[in-house]
């Protein structure tokens, strides 16, 4: 109790606060940074082109054209795909990781849990089809304990990109829902349209998120498409939701004694 008063205090006293990756999640529930390592960001772009490339055959390579090639109707069985393919990749997490690395270690830990597979979205115009609309992810499995690395593989702006609702305008959010008669995603929406943040992002950048505040996407009404990378971190010893360790999640980083100490059966005295 004690630490979380403690955690509230500093966030209204931002102004007084350094500005540390943590104290910025904290003010703004989300962080934009450039990559860690643009090598590795630019790796696993030619690992989609050259996965795309595989399952449609006159793909351009210009993930900006995707819809171009593919159908709304073939979308997800191309996603679907690409998503095996990659994951199979075993430089994948590595890559993934190191995009971040140090923004992590500052606000996760250095004994991290990642998720087994990293989520590949594609945003088409006009695509109705994959849609997520207003939701915090521990509404649905994942524990308030886990941060999502949100990777665009093109530019992403307007709704071309995610919105979410700054910390800030959280309680506005609880007062909302409880007055709301009929609490839908939609009427969410619609309730709070004016507090939401669009995230613009150059791609190079990365989206680190707070994912127990409210976000999602519309239909992108850009003229090109949208593919992006998501995966979640956590403390591997932290507490899980119904995504669990095993299931979802995969240890990824573990110090020599947490090994010992996980390995370790007591001899029957
Ligand atoms: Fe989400």
């Known amino acids: 109790m004690i630490f979380q008063i403690q ?4 966030h209204f ?3 007084k606060l350094p500005k540390t990756y943590s104290n910025i999640l ?7 940074i450039n990559s860690e390592n ?6 696993i772009k030619n690992l989609i082109i050259k996965t795309i490339k595989k399952n449609v055959k006159k793909f351009d390579g210009e993930l900006n054209n995707l819809h171009k090639f593919v159908s709304i109707k073939k979308l997800n069985k191309i996603r679907m ?3 095996n393919t990659i994951n199979k990749n075993t430089e994948l997490k590595k890559k993934y990781f190191s995009v971040c690395n140090n923004v992590i ?3 996760v830990g250095n004994e991290l849990a990642i998720q087994k597979k990293i989520n590949i979205s594609f945003q088409l115009p006009k ?5 997520l609309s207003l939701h915090s992810d521990v509404w649905s499995g994942d524990s308030p304990y886990e941060i999502v ?9 307007r709704t071309k990109s995610m919105y979410i609702l700054p910390q800030n305008k959280y309680s506005k959010f609880l007062n909302t829902l409880k007055k709301l008669k009929n609490k839908s995603s939609n009427q969410l929406y619609k309730k709070l349209k004016n507090d939401f943040i669009w995230l613009n992002l150059k791609f190079g950048q990365i989206l680190i998120f707070n994912q127990t505040l409210p976000h999602g996407n519309v239909i992108n009404e850009e003229k090109t498409s949208r593919i992006s990378l998501n995966c979640r971190f956590k403390g591997l010893f932290t507490p899980y939701g119904t995504k669990t360790l095993g299931d979802f999640f995969e240890p990824f980083s573990m110090k020599v004694i947490s090994k010992i100490g996980t390995n370790y059966k007591l001899p029957k005295l």
């Not at 904290?26 to 934009?32: A, P």
């Open 105 to 107: 270690d500052e606000l």
């Open 149 to 157: 690395v949100w990777i665009p593989m093109v530019d992403v702006y």
């Open 7 to 10: 955690i509230l205090k500093d």
């Open 127 to 131: 695509d109705n089809s994959s849609l």
């Open 38 to 43: 643009y090598g590795s960001i630019e790796w």
């Open 26 to 32: 904290l003010k703004n529930g989300y962080l934009i």
């Open 81 to 83: 795909s690409v998503y």
């Open 13 to 15: 006293n931002m102004k």
